[in-house]
Nanobody, 118 residues
Framework: QVQLVESGGGLVQAGGSLRLSCVVS????????MGWYRQAPGKQRELVATIGSGARTTYADSVKGRFTISRDNAKNTVYLQMNSLRPEDTAVYYC????????????WGQGTQVTVSS
C-alpha cells in the first residue's frame, strides 16, 4: 500500500518561507515522478511543481523563481521550498506520485495547509 505523508505547512507572513516535505512508503520511490499540487478555497486544484525520476523539474508560471522542488531518493522524500510567499499562495498543498508504470497521478497525500498573511 502506497502512502504519502506531507508535513511543513503553517502560517507565515508575506515574504516569508516554508519548506514542505512528503515521505513516500510502499513503493519504489525512485521510479516515481513526484509533484506538488495546491487547492485554494473555491478554486480548482492546480499543479505547482514536478520532479521526474531523473530529477528534471517543471514549475507553474506563478511560482517560478520562488519555489524549488527537490527529492532525496535515499529518504523517499520530496520537498518543496517556498520563498517570497504571497497571500495568493494560501492553499492546501498536496503531494502526489506518478508511477512510470501508469503515467498517472495515482497516489496522493492528505494535504497540508499553507496560509500566508499580508
Amino acid at each position: 500500500q502506497v502512502q504519502l505523508v506531507e508535513s511543513g505547512g503553517g502560517l507565515v507572513q508575506a515574504g516569508g518561507s516554508l519548506r514542505l516535505s512528503c515521505v513516500v512508503s510502499g513503493s519504489i520511490f525512485s521510479a516515481n515522478a513526484m509533484g506538488w499540487y495546491r487547492q485554494a478555497p473555491g478554486k480548482q486544484r492546480e499543479l505547482v511543481a514536478t520532479i521526474g525520476s531523473g530529477a528534471r523539474t517543471t514549475y507553474a508560471d506563478s511560482v517560478k523563481g520562488r519555489f524549488t522542488i527537490s527529492r532525496d531518493n535515499a529518504k523517499n522524500t520530496v520537498y518543496l521550498q517556498m520563498n517570497s510567499l504571497r497571500p495568493e499562495d494560501t492553499a492546501v498543498y498536496y503531494c502526489a506520485a506518478r508511477p512510470m508504470s501508469t503515467g498517472r497521478w495515482d497516489y496522493w497525500g492528505q494535504g497540508t495547509q499553507v496560509t500566508v498573511s499580508s
